[in-house]
Nanobody, 123 residues
């Protein structure tokens, strides 16, 4: 599976962005998908994930209520809608795929990773 993240950019605090992650491969609909981020000088951290069916989602406390993860299995794409952005959301955002289809657990359970897209939130 190859993952291509896009949609990053520069936005003012309080603004919104929608990230997309397009997957290649015929088994996308069986994978759980996650979004992670890495800010400069910090370790990569979990943002949100979604089960293979889209019925289950989970969010980091820092983004809960502001970010929404969704997927369109017909388009082999997962999205991250980010609202009420804060300067501390500035990071490179990565999408990842997990072959067991379930959510929760550490990032080493994700087998495939995209190249990342930079989100910069100005104050």
């Amino acid at each position: 599976v190859q993952l291509q993240a896009s949609g990053g950019g520069l936005v003012q605090a309080g603004g919104s962005l929608r990230l997309s992650c397009a997957a290649s491969g015929r088994t996308f609909s069986s994978y759980a998908m996650g979004w992670f981020r890495q800010a400069p000088g910090k370790e990569r951290e979990f943002v949100a994930d979604i089960s293979w069916s889209g019925d289950s989602t989970y969010y980091a406390d820092s983004v809960k209520g502001r970010f929404t993860i969704s997927r369109d299995n017909a388009k082999d794409t997962v999205y991250l809608q980010m609202n009420s952005l804060k300067p501390e959301d500035t990071a490179v955002y990565y999408c990842a795929a997990r072959i067991d289809g379930v959510i929760g657990g550490p990032d080493f359970l994700y087998s495939y990773w995209g190249q990342g897209t930079l989100v910069t939130v100005s104050s």
